[in-house]
């Protein structure tokens, strides 16, 4: 069947077969949708709401019972088949249930292969090893180490900040704005949303809504500027930090790509300071962005990597690689009892060779940028649509309200600069309200996709890297429909100085639930 078609309601069987490869196709036929949900779907839905705790954030949103998927598709216990542009928030790279990985997963399983091994040396683990470090980037993968952490990438970032401070004998942190770098106590203190800040924040470049007004070129060379001053300045209250995490591409943040310019400013700075410089490639990671690593697009060599989601090949992995200078733990420093997850490890060494023996990378790059194209020229036709944005297949389409009034303080009047040659830009206020119908419209299409960014008015884009050109035309179309019939139902402004038609004055606390 294709992925349009209707599925049986019916609710898969312990030992069920995945769908035939019929699901990977895709047409531009809207998907049929049953009179009313089938009871299994409803009964699930209804124990867990009361069963599982509030923090639960994906299942408020997306209120589906998956119970078969491959490639692209998912089948719900409500009869209907949804194109997923989710993918476990970017963790299946191959999409669901890919061959190579099932049959990795049973290779091990039949061979009689230990399943729990903490982090003692296995072939299993070695096949893995060998073939990430055949994906690093050259300047780091000739004198690396790696340390397998607990399985979420949250630890990951965690055993990150613990080896520079470590290593470099100081504490503090520099972080950006927007940043999102897990649940974790020590990672949430170096993600944007934090309450209690024991990091310095610096600004990350936001063309959009940059913090300089500027946005382009001059306002990343004006946010570089910010930073060094910082660190050189003998009374800015910076004391040389333990290290610099920031992320390639802004996922929660309302995926946002830092500019080449900028993250090369980011590697020498660092590196005249001798701080180490983190790149969290939670998301970024084996090939979403267009290049296996994101930072390949730079060219800049991190001194620690962090990694997870995609390079378990959608089992529970996260490492660090770093620079073998960098290795001063003692033993037992950071451990987990999960680190030595044999599946994963396999499932991840399958997926790794697959997308750099098949250049899904580059594919994930040609095709997001045509994907790019379409949705801007759907911005032309759209006022609500702020900016498109994204690299590779980690898209963002930010939703405002073109008649709101401006984010600018009452009174300010608008900055100039000749040297930017315009005034200060004000970017139309963020409409999270907006988003969110669109979501829920998709949904009603049978597509699934997530709510992000600032003020939640992002709606992101993360299909797996097998996606095929009929598959992205069928996920547009049904975007583009969502949109229209979300911006048709929305209610009149409340007047001339009222609120605008899409925001809201609550939503959802960010980060949306990205899990780590």
């Known amino acids: 069947m294709a992925v349009t078609e209707p599925a049986p ?25 049953p009179d009313r949900p089938t009871v299994a779907h409803e009964g699930i839905l209804r124990r867990q709401s009361l069963r599982e705790s509030a923090a639960r954030t994906y299942a408020r949103s997306l209120p589906i019972v998956p119970v078969r998927a491959r490639g692209l598709t998912i089948e719900g216990a409500d009869g209907r088949r949804y194109l997923d542009c989710l993918s476990g928030a970017g963790t299946l790279a191959l999409g669901h249930n890919h061959p190579v990985v099932l049959e990795a997963i049973k290779k091990v399983i039949d061979s009689g292969a230990p399943l729990h091994v903490l982090d003692l040396a296995t072939p299993v683990k070695d096949a893995f090893t060998t073939e990430l470090f055949a994906t690093l980037p050259p300047g780091l993968a000739a004198d690396a180490r790696v340390q397998f952490c607990g399985p979420a990438g949250t630890d990951a970032v965690e055993a990150a900040l613990k080896l520079v401070r470590t290593a470099t004998g100081r504490s503090g942190l520099l972080t950006f704005t927007g940043a999102y770098h897990g649940m974790t106590a020590g990672a949430l203190d170096a993600s944007g949303g934090a309450q209690d800040v024991r990091v310095t924040r610096l600004p990350y470049p936001y063309d959009y809504r940059c913090p300089f007004g500027t946005g382009g070129a001059r306002g990343a060379a004006l946010a570089a500027r910010w930073t060094r001053s910082l660190l050189d300045d003998p009374k800015g209250g910076v004391p040389r930090p333990a290290g610099m995490i920031l992320e390639p591409v802004q996922g929660e943040g309302g995926v946002i790509p830092a500019p080449d310019d900028w993250l090369r400013r980011m590697r020498e700075i660092t590196a005249a300071r001798q701080i180490p410089l983190i790149a969290d490639e939670v998301q970024t990671g084996v090939g979403r962005t267009g290049a296996f690593w994101a930072v390949e697009h730079s060219g800049i060599v991190p001194d620690v990597m962090v990694m997870s989601k995609a390079i378990g090949g959608s089992l529970p992995l996260a490492v660090i690689v770093y620079r073998a200078e960098l290795d001063t733990w003692r033993p037992g420093a950071h451990a987990g009892t999960f680190r030595g997850n044999q599946l994963a490890m396999a499932a991840g060494a399958a997926t790794l060779r697959y997308v750099r023996e098949n250049g899904l990378a580059e594919r994930a790059g040609s095709l997001g940028e045509r994907m790019l194209a379409r949705l801007r020229a759907l911005a032309a036709e759209y006022p609500v649509i702020g900016d498109v944005r994204g690299r590779g297949l980690m898209i963002g389409v930010e939703l405002v309200d073109p008649e709101g009034q401006s984010a600018a303080p009452a009174g300010d009047a608008p900055a100039t600069d000749p040297a930017d040659g315009g005034a200060e830009r004000d970017p139309a206020p963020a409409a999270p309200a907006l988003a969110a119908a669109v979501q829920q419209e998709c949904l009603r299409r049978g597509l699934i996709v997530e709510v992000g960014g600032r003020h939640s008015a992002v709606v992101r884009l993360l299909p797996p890297l097998t996606l095929t050109d009929e598959q992205a035309v069928a996920v547009l179309d049904r975007f583009a429909d969502a949109l229209a019939a979300a911006v048709a139902r929305a209610p009149h402004r409340a007047g001339p100085h009222g609120p605008g038609p899409y925001r809201q004055e609550q939503h959802r606390q960010e980060p949306t639930g990205t899990s780590r």
């Not at 312990?14 to 035939?20: D, I, R, T, Y």
Request: hydrophobic share 40%.
């Open 9 to 33: 309601a019916l609710v898969a069987q312990p030992g069920a077969a995945p769908p035939p490869d019929g699901p990977d196709r895709a047409t531009a036929d809207r998907p049929a949708v």
